[in-house]
């Protein structure tokens, strides 16, 4: 799945074995390797939830939009 795929490039933890109903706690690092955003990824039926700080909330939803839309254009 893409959005799965996605996610564990961008994230610590290995997104790709979550099952639905599973729960784990991971950082958005930027490139030197310093943590941007602490969160609790949570894996539903057909959707996947970032739980993290309201502050952390802007930053990160332009870093992996923008890193998406790179992405799936080249």
Do not use: C
Request: net charge neutral; charged share 30%.
């Amino acid at each position: 799945d893409d959005r799965a795929d996605f996610l564990h490039r961008m994230l610590t933890q290995d997104i790709n074995s979550m099952k639905p109903r599973q729960g784990r706690r991971s950082f958005l690092l930027n490139a030197k390797g310093r943590i941007d955003a602490d969160m609790v990824v949570l894996q539903a039926e057909a959707q996947t939830l970032l739980d993290m700080d309201v502050f952390d909330t802007a930053s990160t939803t332009q870093t992996l939009d923008g890193t998406w839309k790179t992405r799936t254009r080249g």
